[in-house]
């Protein structure tokens, strides 16, 4: 317990780099894009508008009283923000080798600067979702609302222990950034995204719950489109997600002290 703790200080002790470094990411993003932060909105609203029409007109999918187009972007945001961020945290040491060989610091940095940056992104498109919301007078739960931060939490906890445990091993072998982007593609069919989790058999529904994106979208929904709290199936997600950080963590720490001689 006394190194994590160690760990955790030496971490807080670099939040300034760690902010620094996050708003460089940001702007060198966008600092030569035409569009700017309008990409963050651009990429979820492209790939709703595209399953909206396959799934309204072609291969009706019951959402209810929800329109498609909300239902779908709803989860679109935040797995955009799963998939994105760890897509970049993967590739946040080999992408600094020289920083990494050369300047010490506590290497968490820079997968945790990649997950703050897209987090950014997040809130933009999250601002759309509010204006389709206001639009289709989508009521809103206050109690619900304020369970929000947790579902962020509970993904951001996943998101970045798959990003430090991938980071850390693709130092060593550069095949494991496409095997992530394999595994999101295929994760992405096994998510309630672009179908209702009322489509899976009901006993087959704890098993499809083990996986923690799951219970995290549909969280999302039962809150802003339900007006309900989440469901229980939440906690799964919180479980496998502290979990997944910590051995993500750990992995990451054990192999930190070999990145410098790799790289």
Known sequence: ???????MSNLIGY????????????????????LGGLWAIIVPVASTVIFSIIFTFFVPVDTGKTPYLVFSYTAMVPWTLFTSSITDMVDSLIG???????????????PIAALLARLIDYFIAMGVLVILMIIYRIPQNVLGLLLLPLVLLIQLSLSLGLGLMGSAMNVFYRDVRHIFILGLQIWFYASPIIYPVSVVPPDLQPIYFLNPMAGVIEAYR????????????????????LLVLLIGYRIFKRLEFQFADVI
């Open 222 to 241: 039962d809150i802003l489109l339900n007006q309900k709290l989440p469901n229980p199936y939440l906690t799964i997600s919180a479980i496998v997600a």
């Open 1 to 7: 317990m006394r190194p994590n703790i160690s760990n």
């Open 15 to 34: 939040k300034d780099l760690l902010f620094s470094w996050t708003y460089r990411i940001v702007r060198g993003r966008y600092q030569q894009s035409i």
């Open 96 to 110: 600094n080798m020289n920083l990494v060989s050369k300047i010490y610091f506590p290497r968490e940095i820079l």
